[in-house]
């Protein structure tokens, strides 16, 4: 499975980075195998608020994650994920809120997460981190 990162979804909405707009709508459009990390999902609902003053709403943002629920696989952080949290914690200089998605990919079999937002790392144990942008 493959799974996008917060910033995905908000810059497939946001019109000021035409490029990055580009990307990341082809980037959701032809993503493989997608998964729905139900954190990210949430994180993106609260986020995508910073595009009501260019039109997207709140509402176009729930539309847009119950569209994805319809075509990729919902990854749920499992109690296990805290466990698989604190084994990633004395390794990686990651914030808590940062190593949950991580933790939850790694447990439900992610193989790989693109986001411009762990620049400092190309792979956590089997997660390939990609920087589409």
């Given amino acids: 499975m493959n799974a996008v990162d917060t910033n995905t979804p908000f810059y497939a909405h ?4 035409p490029v990055k707009q580009r990307i990341a709508s082809e980037l959701i459009g032809t993503l493989p195998d997608g998964a729905l990390v139900w954190k990210i999902a949430c994180e993106y609902l609260w986020a995508s608020r910073k595009l009501a003053e260019f039109g997207y709403s709140n509402a176009d ?8 629920r319809l075509v990729w696989s919902t990854v749920l952080p499992e109690w296990t994920s805290l466990d698989r949290m604190d ?19 790694l447990e439900a079999g992610v193989r790989r997460l693109f986001s411009e937002d762990f620049s400092g790392y190309v792979r956590v144990e089997s997660l ?6």
Avoid at 14 to 17: E, G, L, N, T, Y
Avoid at 87 to 105: E, G, K, M, N, V
Avoid at 128 to 133: D, G, I, K, R, S
Wanted: proline share 8%; aromatic share 10%; glycine share 2%.
């Fill in 14 to 17: 946001d019109s000021r980075d």
């Fill in 87 to 105: 084994t990633l914690h004395p390794q990686y200089s990651l914030s808590f809120w940062d190593r949950l998605p991580i933790a939850t990919c």
């Fill in 61 to 68: 943002a729930v539309e847009d994650v119950g569209n994805l």
């Fill in 128 to 133: 390939e981190v990609v920087n589409p942008f």
